[in-house]
Nanobody, 124 residues
Framework: QVQLVESGGGLVQPGGSLRLSCVASGRTFSRYAMGWFRQAPEKEREFVAA????????YYTDSVKGRFTISRDSAKNTVYLQMNSLKPEDTAVYYC?????????????????WGQGTQVIVSS
């Protein structure tokens, strides 16, 4: 069983930055691919970014490429999402997810564990 706890959300002005963190319990963190998803009100949960178990492979949805960066620190059992040049359309609850394989996927159903989410609001 893996427990995920996100933090770092908040209110930020357009063009600003936030860094989300997700701390995972357990001693096998490096065996899990990790992903970030988001869900805006009345919308389906959508893929944002993912990173392989080794950290060598990353994927991003087109709308965040060049603005968001996913990374992981295995020593701290933590995955990060650095979000720059934020836009109002980035407003959503952001969820961290873990997948019991080294290989990433962009599909929510491919992840075994989910955090509780952290709210990001981009507004002036």
């Amino acid at each position: 069983q893996v427990q995920l706890v996100e933090s770092g959300g908040g209110l930020v002005q357009p063009g600003g930055s936030l860094r989300l963190s997700c701390v995972a319990s357990g001693r096998t963190f490096s065996r899990y691919a990790m992903g970030w998803f988001r869900q805006a009100p009345e919308k389906e949960r959508e893929f944002v970014a993912a990173i392989s178990g080794t950290g060598g492979t990353t994927y991003y949805t087109d709308s965040v490429k060049g603005r968001f960066t996913i990374s992981r620190d295995s020593a701290k059992n933590t995955v990060y999402l650095q979000m720059n040049s934020l836009k109002p359309e980035d407003t959503a609850v952001y969820y961290c997810a873990a997948r019991q394989t080294l290989v990433v996927t962009t599909t929510p159903s491919g992840y075994n564990y989910w955090g509780q989410g952290t709210q990001v609001i981009v507004s002036s």
